[in-house]
Nanobody, 117 residues
């Protein structure tokens, strides 16, 4: 089991920025694909961005050009830089870790992001 702890959420005005962080407990962080998902009330949990152990990234169409996912293997942390935030970005954001070979998957507790004027 990998413990994942998200931080950095909060209340921000439209057009503002936030940086989310997810710290992992595992000593083999480098072999996990990391991702950020979000879930609004009454909606399904959807992928926002992911990053492989090799640094390849994938983004939902709705956030391309605005969000950037990155990872620091030495710090065992994945980040989501969120710029030009929109009210529709409002959701709970969850960190996800998936073992590259075994497929094991773990989730963080989530952090609330609210975009409102």
């Amino acid at each position: 089991q990998v413990q994942l702890v998200e931080s950095g959420g909060g209340l921000v005005q439209p057009g503002g920025s936030l940086r989310l962080s997810c710290a992992a407990s595992t000593n083999i962080f480098s072999i996990y694909t990391m991702g950020w998902y979000h879930q609004a009330p009454g909606k399904q949990r959807d992928l926002v961005a992911s990053i492989t152990s090799g640094g390849s990234t994938n983004y939902a169409d709705s956030v391309k050009g605005r969000f950037t996912i990155s990872r620091d293997n030495a710090k065992k942390t994945v980040y989501l830089q969120m710029n030009s935030l929109k009210p529709e970005d409002t959701a709970v954001y969850y960190c996800n870790a998936r073992h590259v070979f075994r497929g094991y998957e773990d989730w963080g507790q989530g952090t609330q992001v609210t975009v409102s004027s």
